[in-house]
């Protein structure tokens, strides 16, 4: 099976920035609810560059998670459209289903507004697990995604919480464990929907900088939605959605 993860650039090389990472090319999608079609997206376009922090505003229902759902090949365009959604010019749509499966572990992290951690599990373990997800097929062994684990959890100020459970944390703390999960495996392109919705200004405004201090050491790809224009605003580019379309 065809390894999809490209190597990552030194902490000090600078990102090819030409370089189109996600092309997205008059994206539809419509959902049935019941006898009902509900379109989300009606022929949305926009190309992402590697080192690039894109943010997608709108309002709710505007198509903003669909649109990230879609880039991360958690769920399927609708059939008829010619290559969509393509990474590193490469069309999800000619990837089978292990290939998809190694797009999600390896060259795409998410992070989502309700953290989604597991319950019964530490924080280390919680971060780990992603890691050896990727494990399964050739990636870390145990003790290498309990070492990147800590390593990251420390960067996020979270090495005294790594046997705490997600009901012990705070809404941030749980918010900056769930980044590190996303980060784990080094993804090409982090997607985020909606990261601070859920939190304060003041502990949303830590997790921004905490996004902005993986970017400056990675040149991270960042992909994020929001409805809120002052977290847009930490973005390179912001790109506005309205009923399906793409406004600004």
């Known amino acids: 099976m065809t390894q999809l993860k490209s190597p990552q650039p030194s902490p000090s090389a600078a990102p090819g920035k030409?370089?189109?990472?996600?092309?997205?090319?008059?994206?539809?999608?419509?959902?049935?609810?019941?006898?009902?079609?509900?379109?989300?997206?009606?022929?949305?376009s926009l190309t992402v560059r590697t080192g690039e922090w894109l943010a997608i505003r709108g309002a709710s229902g505007s198509g903003k998670s669909t649109l990230l759902h879609l880039i991360g090949g958690l769920d399927r365009p609708d059939r008829g459209e010619s290559e969509p959604v393509s990474f590193k010019g490469r069309p999800l749509s000619q990837m089978s289903a292990g290939q998809l499966d190694q797009y999600r572990a390896n060259n795409v992290g998410f992070v989502f507004q309700f953290y989604h951690l597991l319950p019964e599990l530490t924080v280390l373990q919680?971060?780990?697990?992603?890691?050896?997800?990727?494990?399964?097929i050739g990636g870390y062994s145990s003790k290498d995604a309990a070492d990147r684990a800590k390593e990251l959890l420390e960067s996020f100020g979270l090495s005294h919480r790594l046997k705490h459970r997600p009901a012990e944390l705070s809404g941030g703390e749980r918010q900056r464990v769930a980044t590190a999960r996303a980060l784990i495996n080094?993804?090409?392109?982090?997607?985020?929907?909606?990261?601070?919705?859920?939190?304060d200004r003041a502990t949303g405004d830590k997790?921004?900088?905490?996004?902005?201090?993986?970017?400056?050491?990675?040149?991270?790809?960042?992909?994020?939605?929001?409805?809120?224009?002052?977290?847009?605003?930490?973005?390179?580019?912001?790109?506005?959605?309205?009923?399906g379309r793409v406004v600004a």
């Not at 008059?26 to 997206?41: D, I, N, Q, W």
């Not at 040149?219 to 580019?237: K, Y």
């Open 186 to 199: 080094q993804p090409d392109v982090l997607l985020a929907d909606e990261p601070t919705g859920n939190l």
């Open 126 to 136: 919680n971060v780990t697990v992603a890691a050896m997800v990727r494990g399964g």
């Open 18 to 44: 030409n370089e189109v990472i996600i092309s997205v090319a008059e994206l539809h999608k419509t959902y049935r609810l019941g006898r009902v079609s509900v379109p989300v997206l009606r022929g949305v």
């Open 207 to 243: 997790i921004l900088d905490a996004l902005q201090t993986v970017r400056s050491r990675r040149g991270q790809t960042m992909i994020m939605v929001t409805h809120d224009a002052d977290v847009a605003s930490r973005a390179d580019r912001v790109v506005g959605l309205e009923d």
